[in-house]
């Protein structure tokens, strides 16, 4: 007897953007979440084997818990 099960799994990623050097905390947030987002291509999340990935829905910024800010670091001059 062949069965099929649902598993979850937490995804991240690294996303890199422009901003004035000069960009507020919020401009910062917006940008970072208007970056390109990594997708799956079509063998990846393809059904054929019984077997498929799904990356579905929104990414939200990662959050220091210390400090409750998102993490955007200066990845250098562009």
């Known amino acids: 007897m ?3 099960a649902i598993l979850l ?3 991240s990623c690294v996303v890199t953007f422009e901003a004035p050097e ?5 401009q910062l947030e917006e940008a970072a979440a208007e ?3 990594p997708t799956l291509c079509h063998q990846c999340s393809d059904s054929d084997r019984n077997q498929s990935l799904n990356i ?3 990414w939200d910024l990662m959050v220091d818990e210390k400090s409750g800010k998102p993490e ?3 990845d250098g001059d562009a």
Do not use: F
């Not at 000069?22 to 919020?26: G, K, L, P, S, V």
């Open 56 to 58: 579905d829905g929104e």
């Open 9 to 11: 799994q937490t995804a």
């Open 22 to 26: 000069d960009a507020t905390q919020e």
């Open 72 to 74: 955007i670091h200066v």
């Open 2 to 4: 062949r069965y099929r």
């Open 35 to 37: 970056a390109e987002t």
